[in-house]
């Protein structure tokens, strides 16, 4: 495991999930039910998904260097791309899309119901595309899974616990631009890898 991979996984990851509608429909939810009850679910459902991008992107890692630099470049830029068109956007999404209450407050009720909202949403979300691209990138795929999923569960519990009180502080638009300027410079990077192969 390399510390510095887990380390750059966690922080692209972490910027670019506290936009997400994940975080929202994780926010809403931690306003309803319990906490504790929520963020199982929450990170029942992450754990899933960073199994399979982390999948995704070891097959990917089969590509030669300079093919797999030129297709991670491209994968950022898509990205980079997705979160400054949904920061110069006309609103917010709505965070309650496919959230359904649980019939009772059960643990099992709704740490399921959080599981299968944040699964739904999470398929093909940027994150898991990013995770896949960051496997494929550092063919490290315990180091990328571990800062993935710690990313993920940190946004998921933040937005459970304080999710209102940080959008007080740091409008979503600038959330979305900082995790977009991020991507460019990985875009960047690859770019100059695939070039120098």
């Known amino acids: 495991m390399n510390l510095s991979v887990l380390l750059i996984v966690f922080g692209i990851i972490f910027v670019a999930e506290l936009p997400d509608k994940t975080a929202l429909a994780s926010l809403m939810l931690g306003t309803r039910y319990r ?11 992450f754990a899933v998904h960073v199994a399979l991008a982390v999948a995704a992107g ?3 890692a089969l590509l030669p260097h300079r093919w797999l630099q030129g297709v991670v470049a491209v994968l ?3 990205g980079a ?5 949904q920061s110069f956007g006309d609103g917010e999404e709505e965070a309650e899309e496919g959230t359904r209450t649980p019939a009772s407050r059960s643990f099992g009720k709704v740490a399921g119901t959080s599981f299968l909202v944040v699964l739904v949403a999470e398929f093909g979300d940027l994150t898991q595309i990013m995770t896949a691209n960051l496997a494929a990138k550092y063919n490290d795929p315990l180091s990328v899974a571990i800062g993935s999923l710690l990313a993920l569960w940190a946004v ?3 937005a459970i616990v304080g999710g209102r009180t940080l959008l007080r ?3 979503m638009h600038m959330i979305q631009r900082i995790a977009a300027a991020a991507m460019l410079a990985m875009a960047a990077f690859s770019v100059y890898e695939a070039i120098n192969a």
Do not use: D, N
């Open 169 to 171: 502080w740091i409008p």
């Open 76 to 78: 950022f830029l898509i």
């Open 156 to 158: 998921g519990g933040l």
């Open 81 to 85: 791309a997705v979160l400054l068109k």
């Open 58 to 60: 070891s097959l990917l």
């Open 35 to 45: 906490a504790s009850h929520v963020f199982a679910g929450v990170a029942a459902a």
